[in-house]
Nanobody, 123 residues
């Protein structure tokens, strides 16, 4: 069973940047499609971005398109979320998720989740 550990969250001012990392404990990382989700207080978890298992495609939620970039480094078993031009409404706990051979879609049913990392954007 693959385990996922997120890092890189923190407090940043509006307009700033953060890069989240998600390290996976599997030798088969290159076979996993990866996604990022977030959940703000009192709200449901929402899709943010995804990258296919072969890194051939990516997809983003409209709310982050043009500001966030998902990428992966299979040699490091890590997926990243570069977040630029952050807004207070980006404040949430950010989770990464994995599914074997998943394509990059907003509707992928991921079956492995990390514990999350807090991102707080001050105005």
């Amino acid at each position: 069973q693959v385990q996922l550990v997120e890092s890189g969250g923190g407090l940043v001012q509006a307009g700033g940047s953060l890069r989240l990392s998600c390290a996976a404990s599997t030798r088969s990382f290159s076979s996993y499609g990866m996604g990022w989700f977030r959940q703000a207080p009192g709200k449901e978890r929402e899709f943010v971005a995804a990258i296919s298992w072969n890194a051939g495609s990516t997809v983003y939620a409209d709310s982050v398109k043009g500001r966030f970039t998902i990428s992966r480094d299979n040699a490091k078993n890590t997926v990243y979320l570069q977040m630029n031009s952050l807004k207070p409404e980006d404040t949430a706990v950010y989770y990464c998720a994995a599914r074997l051979f998943a394509q990059a879609t907003g509707g992928t049913k991921y079956d492995t989740w990390g514990r999350g990392t807090q991102v707080t954007v001050s105005s």
